[in-house]
């Protein structure tokens, strides 16, 4: 690794570790019962390590269950859109867009959710501005996985269904494995 990428590593950790603390605040609880604090690690072990496709699974339990949102969802989407701002190896981007993949397609939210609050749409609502960060990853990314994967979270988060089969076409060659859907 030469020195150029370790302070581009030691760079996204310090701003990853920095938008952990403004997202994941003691007011955030954890359906554990914990602060949700506690997935900062998490978090920061999939930034690192590369490969963290099977803590993904870490999540269950305290982000989503199945098909169902927890408070703590919010907060982690905004994290892991924060994520793919920054230069991380293949493997964490891929894991990092596959933990947002699961969250936002999530169609229920769980206990302790004031009545009236709509997390799914909130969480929609927050990841809006970051739709081109999300085009990019279809258009640039280093591999077929994470183009198809970013181009799934486009289709659950809604968007234009113009431009959405647009960029299927344009795509295509890179995503072939995802489906467009039939509403789109």
């Known amino acids: 690794m030469s020195l150029d990428d370790a302070r581009e590593q030691w760079k996204a950790k310090e701003f990853l570790r920095d938008e952990i603390e403004r997202q994941l605040t ?15 690690d998490d978090l920061l072990y999939l930034a690192e390590a590369g490969n963290g496709s099977p803590r993904v699974n870490a999540f269950e339990g305290h982000v989503f ?7 703590p969802a919010l907060p982690v989407a905004r994290i892991c859109m924060a994520a793919l701002t920054q230069k991380l190896a293949v493997d964490s981007r891929l894991t990092f867009l596959d ?12 206990w302790g959710i004031p009545a009236g ?15 081109g960060l999300l085009y990019a990853e ?7 996985g994470i183009s198809g994967t970013a181009f799934m979270i486009l289709q659950a988060l809604g968007d234009n269904p113009d431009r959405l089969r ?19």
């Open 26 to 40: 003691e007011d955030v609880t954890c359906p554990c019962g914990e602060p949700a604090a506690h997935l900062g």
């Open 99 to 110: 933990l947002l993949d699961r969250i936002v397609s999530c169609d229920s939210q769980g």
């Open 138 to 144: 279809v258009f640039k990314g280093p591999t077929s």
């Open 166 to 184: 647009s960029a299927y076409r344009a795509a295509y060659s890179m995503m072939d494995w995802v489906l467009l859907d039939d509403g789109v």
């Open 117 to 131: 609050r709509d997390l799914v749409q909130e969480i929609k609502e927050a990841l809006a501005p970051g739709l």
């Open 65 to 71: 269950d199945g098909e169902v949102l927890h408070v």
